[in-house]
Nanobody, 120 residues
């Protein structure tokens, strides 16, 4: 079983920055794609950014130029640096990770979510 633990959310003023972290632990053989989604009440969860094992990166149009996704494979950690935050970035942010367990089975895991609130 693979667990994801997110951290770094909080309250920030418009124009401010936050850095989210997501650590994967458990029976892991390899990690492939990692991503960040966000969700606001009453709306579908949306993909914010994704990074492949080879380093290919995707960003939603709404965050391009403001958010940066990165990963530290040695630490099984993925980050989301969020700059120039706007009130519309307020959401619960979820980390997701796919890969293969030590037992050879594919896995796809979600974190518990971390709240990001952008408000003055």
């Amino acid at each position: 079983q693979v667990q994801l633990v997110e951290s770094g959310g909080g309250l920030v003023q418009p124009g401010g920055s936050l850095r989210l972290s997501c650590v994967a632990s458990g029976s892991i053989f390899s990690i492939n794609d990692r991503g960040w989604y966000r969700q606001v009440p009453g709306k579908q969860r949306e993909l914010v950014a994704r990074i492949s094992s080879g380093g290919s990166i995707y960003y939603a149009d709404s965050v391009k130029g403001r958010f940066t996704i990165s990963r530290d494979n040695a630490k099984n950690t993925v980050y989301l640096q969020m700059n120039s935050l706007k009130p519309e970035d307020t959401a619960v942010y979820y980390c997701t990770t796919g890969g293969t367990t030590a037992g050879g089975r594919p896995f796809g895991s979600w974190g518990q979510g971390t709240q990001v609130t952008v408000s003055s």
